[in-house]
């Protein structure tokens, strides 16, 4: 600073010229003024400009670094994640499966079905502090509130699925605490879960604690097994597109007899069909067409859209006098057989108005019947139709049993069944269906809860036809309409999961333990009472196998000693990788628990079975509110 000094006292002449360029000396953001007159004021000046832009810079890019980090954001707490791993390994072997997908699904453990997942959505932002500072240029918000990180979605991401190693291994890593289902395929093998011990059927529900590896796991795979044959038609010629099924028996949701489809195909133009990567198991094999609309064409010109009947191996009508086939772990079964060509049928009948009326100007008539695997189905059909006499037709309708529906504003149904004729004569009156009205409501009055969901059915016990109020209004009051002459059981769903039916009745009946019988024509007298009550029980526990150690994976199934036709009091929990269940909205009542080692979906609901294991059960008494802790044996196998 010195020799900057002397430098300038020397040179008198020029100060007044090159004195304009001293302002950015005192303040660094005023512009250096360039003086092309004298040289080195000129290179004075320019490098004062240089060092002022530089300040500028400098200063714009701390006050930046102020904002950003001298307030620091809130520090995001990393969850404690777990690890699950294993190996998967051919059944009866140690030779590892490589290639294999291994998914995990995480799981709520109260209703045991999947947790519903987010998508992959980035971050938001948003401000928090008072609402009235002044705005801050750099940040576009308010000054002085540094901007929180939340997520878009809390929920879980779904979990991408691995694939086995070279040793048949897998890793899971970076797991949140939770409980999760595992589950392996492969081609040529079956699907299966996690200490599953039937097809089909669940595994073990794992639960991870955090911080937790869950590993050594050991999934043993099961080889398919595959299906093939001829099938020729009643002339023996080659029966071409022919619909085969594999149906394995099985009961569903509401405690039907039915049967599962495992596997279809269609033959091809040498009658042959072939079911590949079957579980193994044993089966019913069906081809042809069963009740419902008619099938089209099989999608090529020159098809000639043959109908066959529905027909079961070996040549049966029916499942009751079919043969069931063994499929076997990597092996082949062969079923030849064949089926009879089949015509469809006309459905003739007359519709008249119950109020006495000439007959409608217009119908529709529609067609409801149960598949082979249990669903309830309907189709319409246009009908030739004289609005003067009330006198209908409708043509193409293959055999099977129906539930016919008339309807022109006011309706009327009736079952049939076609086999081997057309179907006449028959006779309708809209309007005629007997109505009932109903209510929903607490065991307290004081007691308050949502109703509206509230659905009540009435199942019909020969036509397979159900009827049911569509709404409960705020007060719970419900109407059921146009019930079709017949002999029903009243069913109460959708129910809020906190509640239970605790009466239902109509007039002096308990339909608990009694039906409704409707006649065309005839009032039902009386109101139908659905009482709820929020007294319900839980009941937790572990199931032991015969070595008395925890049995993982085994359902643990509450079944009532009385009203087993109400299959909507059967409840049941599978146990975790603990042993542990627990059986919530328990109704007080006398039951037996069971737990079988290995039982199939909904095969609890198979009479036989329950009368073979009943002396295996435990008996429970459960009153109103109460919790009971039930340590249970497994029923090895069935007797």
Same mark, same amino acid.
């Given at each position: 600073?010195?020799?900057?000094?002397?430098?300038?006292?020397?040179?008198?002449?020029?100060?007044?010229?090159?004195?304009?360029?001293?302002?950015?000396?005192?303040?660094?953001?005023?512009?250096?003024?360039?003086?092309?007159?004298?040289?080195?004021?000129?290179?004075?000046?320019?490098?004062?400009?240089?060092?002022?832009?530089?300040?500028?810079?400098?200063?714009?890019?701390?006050?930046?670094?102020?904002?950003?980090?001298?307030?620091?954001?809130?520090?995001?707490?990393?969850?404690?994640?777990?690890?699950?791993?294993?190996?998967?390994?051919?059944?009866?072997?140690?030779?590892?499966?490589?290639?294999?997908?291994?998914?995990?699904?995480?799981?709520?453990?109260?209703?045991?079905?999947?947790?519903?997942?987010?998508?992959?959505?980035?971050?938001?932002?948003?401000?928090?502090?008072?609402?009235?500072?002044?705005?801050?240029?750099?940040?576009?918000?308010?000054?002085?509130?540094?901007?929180?990180?939340?997520?878009?979605?809390?929920?879980?991401?779904?979990?991408?699925?691995?694939?086995?190693?070279?040793?048949?291994?897998?890793?899971?890593?970076?797991?949140?605490?939770?409980?999760?289902?595992?589950?392996?395929?492969?081609?040529?093998?079956?699907?299966?879960?996690?200490?599953?011990?039937?097809?089909?059927?669940?595994?073990?529900?794992?639960?991870?604690?955090?911080?937790?590896?869950?590993?050594?796991?050991?999934?043993?795979?099961?080889?398919?097994?595959?299906?093939?044959?001829?099938?020729?038609?009643?002339?023996?010629?080659?029966?071409?597109?022919?619909?085969?099924?594999?149906?394995? !028996?099985?009961?569903?949701?509401?405690?039907?007899?039915?049967?599962?489809?495992?596997?279809?195909?269609?033959?091809?133009?040498?009658?042959?069909?072939?079911?590949?990567?079957?579980?193994?198991?044993?089966?019913?094999?069906?081809?042809?067409?069963?009740?419902?609309?008619?099938?089209?064409?099989?999608?090529?010109?020159?098809?000639?859209?043959?109908?066959?009947?529905?027909?079961?191996?070996?040549?049966?009508?029916?499942?009751?006098?079919?043969?069931?086939?063994?499929?076997?772990?990597?092996?082949?079964?062969?079923?030849?057989?064949?089926?009879?060509?089949?015509? !469809?049928?006309?459905?003739?009948?007359?519709?008249?108005?119950?109020?006495?009326?000439?007959?409608?100007?217009?119908?529709?008539?529609?067609?409801?019947?149960?598949?082979?695997?249990?669903?309830?189905?309907?189709?319409?059909?246009?009908?030739?139709?004289?609005?003067?006499?009330?006198?209908?037709?409708?043509?193409?309708?293959?055999?099977?049993?129906?539930?016919?529906?008339?309807?022109?504003?006011?309706?009327?149904?009736?079952?049939?069944?076609?086999?081997?004729?057309?179907?006449?004569?028959?006779?309708?009156?809209?309007?005629?269906?007997?109505?009932?009205?109903?209510?929903?409501?607490?065991?307290?009055?004081?007691?308050?809860?949502?109703?509206?969901?509230?659905?009540?059915?009435?199942?019909?016990?020969?036509?397979?036809?159900?009827?049911?109020?569509?709404?409960?209004? !705020?007060?719970?009051?419900?109407?059921?309409?146009?019930?079709?002459?017949?002999?029903?059981?009243?069913?109460?769903?959708?129910?809020?999961?906190?509640?239970?039916?605790?009466?239902?009745?109509?007039?002096?009946?308990?339909?608990?333990?009694?039906?409704?019988?409707?006649?065309?024509?005839?009032?039902?007298?009386?109101?139908?009472?659905?009482?709820?009550?929020?007294?319900?029980?839980?009941?937790?526990?572990?199931?032991?196998?015969?070595?008395?150690?925890?049995?993982?994976?085994?359902?643990?199934?509450?079944?009532?000693?009385?009203?087993?036709?109400?299959?909507?009091?059967?409840?049941?929990?599978?146990?975790?990788?603990?042993?542990?269940?627990?059986?919530?909205?328990?109704?007080?009542?006398?039951?037996?628990?069971? !737990?079988?080692?290995?039982?199939?979906?909904?095969?609890?609901?198979?009479?036989?079975?329950?009368?073979?294991?009943?002396?295996?059960?435990?008996?429970?008494?459960?009153?109103?509110?109460?919790?009971?802790?039930?340590?249970?044996?497994?029923?090895?196998?069935?007797?």
């Amino acid at each position: 600073m010195a020799r900057s000094r002397e430098r300038v006292g020397g040179r008198k002449d020029s100060r007044h010229k090159t004195e304009m360029c001293s302002n950015s000396d005192a303040n660094p953001f005023a512009p250096a003024i360039y003086n092309a007159e004298n040289s080195k004021g000129s290179w004075r000046c320019l490098m004062k400009f240089l060092v002022s832009l530089a300040t500028i810079a400098v200063l714009a890019i701390s006050s930046v670094s102020i904002v950003s980090t001298g307030a620091q954001l809130p520090q995001q707490t990393a969850a404690v994640t777990g690890k699950i791993e294993g190996t998967v390994l051919r059944t009866g072997s140690n030779d590892p499966i490589i290639g294999a997908r291994v998914t995990l699904t995480r799981i709520n453990p109260t209703t045991g079905s999947p947790m519903q997942v987010a998508g992959t959505g980035g971050m938001s932002m948003s401000n928090t502090g008072p609402g009235n500072l002044t705005p801050n240029p750099l940040l576009g918000g308010p000054s002085g509130t540094p901007p929180t990180v939340q997520p878009a979605n809390p929920d879980p991401l779904p979990i991408p699925p691995l694939t086995t190693d070279g040793r048949g291994r897998f890793v899971f890593t970076d797991i949140a605490a939770g409980s999760y289902r595992l589950a392996v395929v492969s081609p040529g093998y079956v699907r299966q879960e996690y200490g599953q011990r039937i097809f089909p059927g669940q595994g073990t529900l794992l639960n991870l604690m955090a911080g937790e590896t869950i590993g050594d796991l050991v999934m043993r795979v099961t080889q398919t097994g595959n299906v093939s044959g001829h099938i020729t038609d009643n002339m023996g010629q080659l029966a071409v597109n022919v619909r085969v099924a594999l149906l394995k !028996a099985s009961y569903n949701a509401i405690g039907q007899r039915t049967y599962e489809e495992a596997g279809n195909t269609a033959t091809n133009d040498r009658g042959e069909y072939r079911l590949f990567w079957v579980t193994p198991g044993r089966y019913y094999i069906a081809a042809g067409s069963a009740a419902g609309p008619a099938p089209g064409g099989g999608g090529f010109p020159n098809d000639p859209m043959d109908i066959y009947s529905l027909t079961f191996y070996p040549g049966a009508p029916d499942p009751s006098r079919a043969t069931t086939i063994d499929v076997r772990s990597g092996s082949e079964s062969t079923a030849d057989f064949s089926v009879n060509r089949q015509q !469809a049928y006309k459905v003739r009948g007359r519709v008249a108005d119950g109020a006495g009326g000439p007959p409608p100007a217009a119908i529709n008539v529609s067609f409801a019947y149960q598949g082979i695997t249990g669903q309830n189905s309907a189709f319409n059909k246009g009908q030739i139709y004289d609005p003067a006499t009330g006198a209908f037709e409708v043509q193409n309708i293959l055999p099977g049993a129906y539930v016919v529906q008339v309807s022109a504003g006011p309706v009327d149904r009736a079952a049939i069944e076609i086999v081997n004729s057309n179907v006449d004569n028959l006779s309708f009156i809209l309007g005629s269906g007997s109505n009932v009205t109903g209510r929903v409501r607490m065991d307290n009055p004081a007691q308050s809860s949502t109703l509206t969901s509230v659905r009540v059915q009435l199942r019909s016990l020969t036509a397979g036809l159900t009827v049911g109020n569509q709404t409960t209004d !705020a007060d719970g009051n419900f109407k059921i309409e146009s019930i079709g002459s017949g002999e029903y059981r009243a069913v109460v769903s959708s129910t809020p999961p906190e509640l239970y039916v605790k009466e239902l009745h109509l007039g002096g009946f308990d339909l608990m333990t009694q039906t409704i019988r409707a006649s065309s024509g005839t009032p039902i007298v009386g109101t139908l009472e659905v009482v709820l009550s929020p007294n319900v029980s839980q009941i937790d526990g572990v199931v032991m196998d015969d070595r008395h150690q925890p049995a993982p994976g085994v359902q643990a199934v509450l079944v009532p000693d009385r009203n087993r036709e109400h299959t909507e009091l059967f409840k049941a929990a599978t146990t975790d990788q603990n042993g542990h269940y627990t059986i919530r909205n328990v109704p007080p009542g006398d039951y037996k628990l069971f !737990a079988w080692e290995a039982l199939e979906p909904f095969g609890y609901f198979d009479p036989d079975l329950l009368n073979k294991s009943e002396s295996q059960a435990k008996a429970l008494h459960v009153i109103e509110s109460s919790k009971l802790n039930v340590e249970l044996p497994w029923i090895r196998e069935t007797p």
